[in-house]
């Protein structure tokens, strides 16, 4: 349900979105032509995408189960009888003149995504989702004064979410945003690749007085970054308010974002169903989907990020947050499980994974997929943390080079960098204690701040205990022989 925000100016926004996840099939919904993203233009669109006269479309099974994945994900209604329809409108990438779409009867009724926003819970309701063709692609860019036609994407199965108008702010839309996003790649039914157009949503947006009638609402198309959803959003509602305040009417539209200004601008009069004078297809036969099915696609489900989360927290006493960045990503997930269950130290490994790992991930823009560092070998090195072998600067300094594979017979071998690199901690009580015996002789008067109660002069002994060591005895250890001998 709508979550209470902080009034714009006196007005309520409202936004609801309508986001396009291209389905991760290998061929197109209603042919076998290639979805595969990068081929030179019109090689990848076959008699049907080009709808060539004498032609039939022939529904995708693939495509269908993916449906019934995110429809079970969202706690959704699966329509065991769905129809297709023609969405009837005319641009030049369309070349049927027609869209096959769902409208009445959606394979996917209903449903909701959760999601946190500033530490508290939030869902927001599905409409519906519904399965359609993509269209083609106009390229204006390359030719002077003409348009280029591109019908590689014409075909392509997309999955339509369709959010209810729940959300009250920008930031609540790229919450809810995210969370789709991270569903859908979550259950491996969308490559969520934003930037080749695989995941790109409509936000629908109005403003009103509390209370009042929904406004007019105005649609932004084909948003393909979480920084543009917000900012489009933000610039929508000053402009929605701004008209309303100068007391003109806002027109219900089709509007564009543009990036390089970060203004809306109309593109065209938003059309309603009745203009695009839907009829169920007479090519497509009802898509009947057997209970069977529905249960067979059931047990194959992933653990969902929530559940795993929850057992994060229960099984592995993680907190609450360390628990979510821990099922950011179904490979993330596994890859701390993995670390975990090699080293048996599950706050460490998850430590690990939030600081350093993430830190190097994000420095070379690289996903967890593709971490050099394989789980065994990290749980490896978290072990020797854990049981005092090397501190935790040191073992940095080897995951350093873990990281950047140094030598064929080292680069993967934990023990043997700490060797190479000297990291070795001093764990030898009988050693150690002869270097606080000459810390103490040689530092008499941070020895008396400290008995006079100066904590400050306790962690100055320390650290030359650590100098005299070079860095190799255990701090842990350093500490305790120096308050006995303190004491």
Sequence with gaps: MPTPAPLIRGFEVVIGLETHAQLSTASKIFSGASTAFGAAPNTQACA???????TLPVMNRGAVERAIRLGLAVGAKVALTSIFARKNYFYPDLPKGYQISQYE????????????????ARSVRLT?????????KSLHEDFAGQTGIDLNRAGTPLLEIVSEPDMRSSAEAVEYAKALHALVVWLGICDGNMQEGSFRCDANVSVRKPGAPYGTRREIKNLNSFRFLQQAVDFEVQWQIDRIEDGLAIEQA?????PDTGETRAMRSKEDAHDYRYFPDPDLPPLVIAPEWVERVRATMPELPAAMAARFQQQDGLPADDAHLMT?????????????????QPKLAANWLMGEVSKRLNSAALDIT?????????????????DGTVSHNGARQVFDALWAGQSEDQGQDVDALIDAKGLKQMNDSSALQAIVDEVIAA??????????????AFNALVGQVMKASKGKANPGQASELLKRALS
């Design 128 to 136: 519906r989702a519904h399965l359609e063709e993509d269209a083609g």
């Design 48 to 54: 049907v995408d080009l709808a060539l006269p004498g």
């Design 105 to 120: 009867t959606p394979v996917v009724q209903g449903g909701h995504v959760d999601f946190v926003l500033d530490g508290q």
């Design 254 to 258: 089709t509007v564009l974002f543009n």
């Design 370 to 386: 593709a971490v050099p560092v394989p789980a065994p070998v990290l749980a490896a090195l978290i072990g020797r943390v854990a």
């Design 328 to 344: 950011q990503s179904l490979p993330f997930a596994r890859y701390y499980e993995a670390v975990r269950d090699a080293c048996r």
């Design 443 to 456: 530092n008499p008067k941070s020895v008396e701040e400290y008995r006079a109660g100066k904590d400050k």
